[in-house]
C-alpha cells in the first residue's frame, strides 16, 4: 500500500482520505496536551504559517498512549492548541500509534522509517526513561513518545522521522528541501 491509500478521522469522525494530500509534504506528528514537549507547537504552527502556502500539511495526531498526557477529548484538544499555542492548522482524532489498536497509517509510517535515535540535550534522558519500558527500543520501530515526527514528501515518500526530542525549528530544512 501507498499512504495515499490510508483514510483518516478528523476530529469529529470524519474521513480524511490522505489521497487528497497528493502533490503536498506532509509533517505527521502525534501530540499531547500535557507533555513536557508540548511546547513543541509553537514551533510546528511556526513551520505551518512559514511552509503551508508552499504546500506543506501538518497532520497532528493527539495521543494518549505516552504518560496518560493527552486525556482530554479531541474537541478540548483542539481548543488547548488554539488557545495556548494559537495554532492554525487542524487537529485530526485521538489514535493510538503503536500496539493492537494503532491506526494502519502508523503501521506503515513506522515500516518505512524506524527508529532514528533521539537528539539534542534531552536524548539522554528519553533514553534512560524509554529504557524503562523498552529496554530494545533502539532495535525496533515503535513510536517511543509523544511528538514523533514524520515527513512526507509530494510523491507520498516517507522521507524522514524524527523522534520527540528533535525540535521542529530543526526539520525546517528537511520540508523546505522537499517543497
Same mark, same amino acid.
Given at each position: 500500500?501507498?499512504?495515499?491509500?490510508?483514510?483518516?478521522?478528523d476530529?469529529?469522525?470524519?474521513?480524511?482520505?490522505?489521497s487528497?494530500y497528493?502533490?503536498?509534504?506532509?509533517l505527521?506528528v502525534?501530540?499531547a496536551?500535557?507533555?513536557?514537549f508540548t511546547?513543541?507547537?509553537?514551533g510546528l504552527e511556526?513551520?505551518?504559517?512559514k511552509f503551508?502556502d508552499?504546500?506543506?500539511e501538518?497532520?497532528?495526531?493527539?495521543c494518549n498512549?505516552?504518560?496518560?498526557?493527552?486525556?482530554e477529548n479531541?474537541?478540548?484538544?483542539?481548543?488547548f492548541?488554539?488557545?495556548?499555542?494559537?495554532?492554525?492548522?487542524?487537529?485530526l482524532k485521538k489514535i *493510538?500509534?503503536?500496539?493492537?489498536d !494503532?491506526i494502519?497509517?502508523?503501521? +506503515?509510517l513506522k515500516s518505512? /522509517?524506524?527508529? =532514528?535515535g533521539f537528539?539534542? *540535550?534531552?536524548?539522554?534522558?528519553? !533514553?534512560?526513561?524509554v529504557?524503562? +519500558?523498552?529496554?530494545d527500543? /533502539?532495535n525496533? =520501530?515503535?513510536?517511543?513518545?509523544?511528538?514523533?515526527k514524520?515527513?512526507?514528501?509530494?510523491n507520498?515518500t516517507?522521507?524522514?522521522?524524527?523522534?520527540?526530542?528533535t525540535?521542529?525549528?530543526?526539520?525546517?530544512?528537511?520540508?523546505e528541501s522537499?517543497l
Amino acid at each position: 500500500m501507498a499512504i495515499y491509500d490510508y483514510t483518516v478521522k478528523d476530529r469529529n469522525g470524519n474521513d480524511v482520505p490522505l489521497s487528497q494530500y497528493k502533490g503536498k509534504v506532509m509533517l505527521i506528528v502525534n501530540t499531547a496536551t500535557g507533555c513536557g514537549f508540548t511546547p513543541q507547537y509553537e514551533g510546528l504552527e511556526n513551520l505551518w504559517k512559514k511552509f503551508h502556502d508552499r504546500g506543506l500539511e501538518i497532520l497532528d495526531f493527539p495521543c494518549n498512549q505516552f504518560g496518560n498526557q493527552a486525556p482530554e477529548n479531541d474537541e478540548e484538544i483542539h481548543s488547548f492548541c488554539q488557545m495556548k499555542y494559537n495554532t492554525s492548522f487542524d487537529n485530526l482524532k485521538k489514535i *493510538e500509534v503503536n500496539g493492537p489498536d !494503532e491506526i494502519p497509517l502508523y503501521t +506503515f509510517l513506522k515500516s518505512q /522509517k524506524g527508529f =532514528a535515535g533521539f537528539t539534542g *540535550e534531552n536524548a539522554a534522558f528519553m !533514553e534512560k526513561h524509554v529504557a524503562q +519500558f523498552d529496554p530494545d527500543f /533502539k532495535n525496533n =520501530a515503535e513510536i517511543k513518545w509523544n511528538f514523533t515526527k514524520f515527513i512526507v514528501d509530494r510523491n507520498g515518500t516517507v522521507a524522514a522521522r524524527f523522534e520527540s526530542t528533535t525540535e521542529p525549528s530543526e526539520i525546517e530544512a528537511c520540508i523546505e528541501s522537499l517543497l
